[in-house]
């Protein structure tokens, strides 16, 4: 990684990572790899778009803790609106959510 490519701690405190607990997830009519999802940030709901349907169902899912960028500009996906961004590791088999250990409050900041 170049030094041109590094952020400050100062950039990385301006993002905004919160816990979500996921409330619905349906599929994207004409979407291959996007799902919507209802998350639960503690103080709000939003409404997710995110590009794991090769990884995950719907079903499997709803209940899931998930860490979200809360104060990423809203963005239309296949014209439905993404209000944040869920983290999520890239594989060879597809993406893969990042979880905690143990159970953690939506709302709560990821550090």
Do not use: C, W
């Amino acid at each position: 990684m170049s030094e041109d490519e590094k952020i400050t701690i100062e950039d990385f405190m301006k993002i905004e990572l919160k816990v979500a607990k996921v409330l619905e997830a349906s599929e994207i009519e004409g979407a291959d790899r996007l799902l919507k999802l209802r998350v639960d940030l503690g103080s709000e709901e939003r409404q997710l778009v995110a590009g794991i349907k090769s990884t995950y169902s719907p079903e499997e899912l709803v209940g899931k803790h998930i860490i979200v960028v809360a104060n990423l500009a809203p963005a239309r996906l296949r014209g439905v609106e993404s209000q944040g961004m869920l983290l999520a590791a890239q594989t060879e088999s597809g993406p893969v959510l990042a979880a905690f250990d143990k159970d953690v409050a939506p709302g709560a900041r990821v550090k």
